[in-house]
């Protein structure tokens, strides 16, 4: 604990440190942990032929919204390396989903622009195989 204090207060000690609540620091150092999803899908964008009445994207979201909260977290770490939502929250987090054609293949994540590779699954039960299988094997750049 205490090269961990020593670095800490090195770094963000001083005025700096005098300028924040107990509970902010925390949010700077662990992320939010307010995991409004349905935010998510409401600033998600798409590509590719997809949008948000597609029928693909329809069935995604769906499928997202009945996972458990591990498992949503698990979604973030493989799309975006870390399953912290932003100090100033899911709205500043700039999400694509885009179509790509092989619909043999896991969706791919592009972990550094928060893009999914995802083909067009012709329904539910086979892209939450492929999901799964895909976020299941993942890890991320956060502390996982």
Excluded at 75 to 103: A, C, E, M, Y
Aim: hydrophobic content about 40%.
């Amino acid at each position: 604990y205490e090269a961990f204090a020593h670095g800490f207060l090195y770094v963000a000690g001083g005025k700096v440190f005098e300028a924040f609540h107990a509970e902010e620091l925390m949010h700077m150092v662990s992320g939010m942990q307010d995991f409004n999803f349905k935010d998510l899908e409401t600033i998600t964008e798409y590509q590719n032929g997809y949008h948000p009445e597609h029928p693909v994207i329809k069935i995604f979201w769906e499928m997202f919204h009945e996972m458990d909260l591990e498992t949503k977290k698990k979604f973030l770490i493989f799309l975006t390396g870390s399953d912290r939502i932003p100090i100033h929250g899911i709205h500043s987090i700039k999400i694509i989903i885009q179509k790509v054609k092989d619909n043999t293949r896991l969706p791919v994540a592009h972990t550094c622009f928060n893009v999914l590779d995802l083909p067009p699954y012709p329904n539910k039960e086979i892209m939450k195989d492929k999901l799964l299988t895909a976020i299941m094997n993942t890890a991320g750049f956060g502390l996982v």
